[in-house]
């Protein structure tokens, strides 16, 4: 679950982890319908037999299939505001692919609220420092600050 603070409560959070989400899984039929949805079916995600002939030894999940998942991820680990009406993706200031994800690897995000900053009134943009880990890989998946912009009524 998302930590759920008040505005006035920001401050205290600038700079911390706040929270983690669950692990979750990455199999090869969410990849082959990122890979249907995008259009990507470049061998490396869809043919399990040519995938392994590659350094990576199997099928990898597209890097933006990891980076889309960040949003499930959000969900139960980045930072809610009470009386939110709403949150909208406002992009990233940076975004990094580190290490591929294996199909039926599992992967989870971990949350640092890196500021927040009142743009308009009742319009809050956070951003996040997010990492997505890979279960039993030392390098993570990808690294990104992510920026939303959160309405409060």
Known sequence: MALTISVDQLNDYIG??????????IDQERINQFADATGDHQYIHVDP?????????????????????????????????????MGINYGFDKLRFINPVKVNSRIRGRFQLASAEEKN?????????????????????LIAEWLGMTVVG
Do not use: C
């Open 121 to 141: 009134p009742n319009q809050w943009l956070l951003k996040h420092n997010v990492t997505v880990e890979i279960e039993g890989e030392d390098k993570p998946a």
């Open 16 to 25: 911390k982890e706040v929270g983690v989400s669950e692990w979750m899984e």
């Open 49 to 85: 037999e040519r995938a392994a002939q590659t350094p990576f030894g199997t099928t990898i999940a597209h890097g933006f299939l990891t980076m889309s998942l960040m949003v499930e991820m959000g969900y139960e680990g980045s930072t809610k505001l009470e009386n939110s009406v």
